[in-house]
DNA sequence: TACTGTGAAGATATTCACAGCT
DNA sequence: AGCTGTGAATATCTTCACAGTA
């Protein structure tokens, strides 16, 4: 761990728990569509059970926010979107810019959940010329020369890493190196980065790993009920069964 | 929640801890690079250092493995890595169904962390007619009628749903119909499955979220140091500053 | 001597269960 | 009566620190 002052600065200064903020944009998403809905008010037991978490913890992720609900009713949806997002620091516009387009990163880029979230596209960066111009997702892509002035013209603090994993500290150091703050990686690679800078990983085979690692384990588990279900299972419905682990580190992708 | 039972069947049966499950493949793949350059032997600081967490840690995730390590030297790559791929149930070959081919489906489908990983890429399915039988990083495409019978024929128990959010949870219920009972879900959408069900999610938007949360975290702190660093932060470089949290949620990337 | 393995302490996160408001 | 907000109990995860051993 290097010399490592602090390590992540993250739950610092009286915040809320890191666990709940992982849990607000899902939250958000319920709430929005309840909101489209033209719905009211939710209960802690609806809004929970639409986000898939139990209703207690929703509750005392929400206690940490303020007091936004009504004792006897429930919440205002209008209000605790507002208030969630302002958490979030949603209503800002989020300059993004994307380096590697290859199929991940296109994928990426026609993503249409970013705008409707407080995120916008900034640029799309790719270090093969023979992309340079193109346009994909409506958005011409330019050459990784270029990385340095894009991010300062236009104030991006947020990059999004798509390129292989070779390529990926070096893209992370130029980016680091030109204020970006915030990466969000794909790459099978683990960065390393400055104090103060936030990174996170999505990865593909990481997350099938630990699916495998589960179902091998049902595999073994031929001691319990081995009568009904053979395959078609019919017991009761859970909201997404898993809780992703304690976990403290996810998976991810991978670049093109 | 529903009626639910023993919701998550995870840790149970005295178990290795989820934590430390989510990190084997962590831990896998920094070994994988050690023996590809012929390293005999590691210390737990070394391979943290490679893999981004910190020595105790290691230390202790293996301990739940065994014993593995020889004190005053380390531990033997090869070794760990056969015991920690026999762990994750990685030496079957998981044969693993994509559905949903657009950007996003075609990226993961043309992923090389597959094969190299002990999963293979079964079958590609997409409910567009017009997409059967096109070819997709070397495998045509079929149509989302078959979805059953490939998935019985194959024996896969792993799906990966990379459709758009519409289509998620009725493609969720066929897939465990046909019986899959680990999926891997792109769709920001909570999905809905019986007991026994594994479900784990990445989603795009909500690491975007969470990255901004702390990124407008950090413009609101002008109190402490304002001296040094103005932009190309100097800092001591740390593997990868985040924890990803606490966590026991991640996050969502899209479908096409 | 150098490093692992691990109890015990500390930090976080989850869940319970109920007082308190509307 | 119904639902929130939260202290207290519990479970899980991380880190410390050192005894044990090759």
Redesign the interface.
């Known amino acids: ?5 602090t ?2 600065p ?1 739950t610092r ?1 009286r ?1 809320i ?3 709940t ?6 939250y ?3 709430l929005t569509a309840l909101s489209e809905r033209s719905v009211p008010t939710v209960s802690s037991e609806e809004l ?8 207690a913890k929703l509750r005392k992720d929400f206690s940490y926010l303020g007091s936004y609900g009504t004792r006897g009713v429930g919440y205002d949806v209008e209000y605790l979107v507002y208030q969630i997002s302002r ?4 209503p ?1 516009d ?1 300059p ?1 810019v994307i380096v590697g387009i ?3 990163g ?3 880029a ?5 705008a409707s ?3 916008r596209v900034a640029a799309l960066i790719d270090a093969d010329p023979a992309m340079a111009g193109k346009p994909v997702a409506g958005i011409p892509v330019q050459h990784t020369d270029e990385l340095e002035s894009i991010i300062q013209d236009n104030g991006v ?2 990059g999004v890493i798509a390129t292989p994993a070779g390529a990926a500290q070096q893209v992370c150091d130029r980016l ?2 030109a ?1 970006v ?4 990686n794909f790459a ?1 690679t ?29 595999a073994g ?1 031929e001691a319990t009920a081995t009568a009904e279900s053979p ?21 991810a ?2 670049p ?1």
């Not at 958490?87 to 949603?90: F, P, Q």
Request: aromatic residues 4%.
């Open positions: 761990m290097a010399t490592g002052r390590h992540r993250a200064s915040g728990p890191e666990a903020v992982a849990r607000l944009p899902l958000l998403r319920a929970a059970a639409a986000a898939g978490v139990n209703s958490e979030l620091g949603l800002q989020w993004v290859g199929n991940l296109a994928a990426l026609n993503y249409g959940g970013f979230r407080g995120f603090s947020i680091v190196a204020g703050t915030s990466i969000l099978p683990v960065l390393s980065v400055p104090d103060g800078v936030d990174v996170r990983k999505v990865d593909l085979s990481i997350e099938l790993q630990i699916l495998a690692f589960h179902e091998q384990r049902k588990e395959a078609v299972p019919t017991a009761t419905r859970t909201e997404s069964a898993t809780d992703q682990g304690p976990d403290g580190d996810v998976p992708v991978m093109a």
